[in-house]
Nanobody
Framework: QVQLVESGGGLVQAGESTRLSCAAS????????MAWFRQSPSPGHERAFV??????????YYDPAVKGRFTISRDNAKNTMYLQMNSLKPDDTAVYYC?????????????????WGQGTQVTVSS
């Protein structure tokens, strides 16, 4: 079993930056691929893929909506994944979730992830 706990976020101004962390604990956490998703507070919005990262941390993959503004990294020695978010916009307001998969997958299919964190709120004010 793997446990994921997000931290960071809060209230930020548009144009500013913030960093989220996802700490993993449990069995062989460095062998899971990981990803970030987010869910907007607007009605009808599903949990949407932000980006993911492979075991080694050398091949991140991003949704086009955030590519160039967000950076995903991981430190396997600390069992932690990060999401650096720059040039934030009000549309980035959401609950951000980290997810983990044993199968080597780190794309947008939510069903491929075995573990989820509880989420952390990011609110971007204009």
């Amino acid at each position: 079993q793997v446990q994921l706990v997000e931290s960071g976020g809060g209230l930020v101004q548009a144009g500013e930056s913030t960093r989220l962390s996802c700490a993993a604990s449990g069995h062989t956490t460095s062998r899971i691929t990981m990803a970030w998703f987010r869910q907007s507070p607007s009605p009808g919005h599903e949990r949407a893929f932000v980006g993911g990262i492979d075991y080694s941390g050398t091949n991140p993959y991003y949704d086009p909506a955030v590519k160039g503004r967000f950076t995903i990294s991981r430190d396997n020695a600390k069992n932690t994944m990060y999401l650096q978010m720059n040039s934030l916009k009000p549309d980035d307001t959401a609950v951000y979730y980290c997810a983990g998969s044993w199968g080597g997958y780190y794309g947008s299919d939510r069903a491929a992830y075995h573990y989820w964190g509880q989420g952390t709120q990011v609110t971007v004010s204009s």
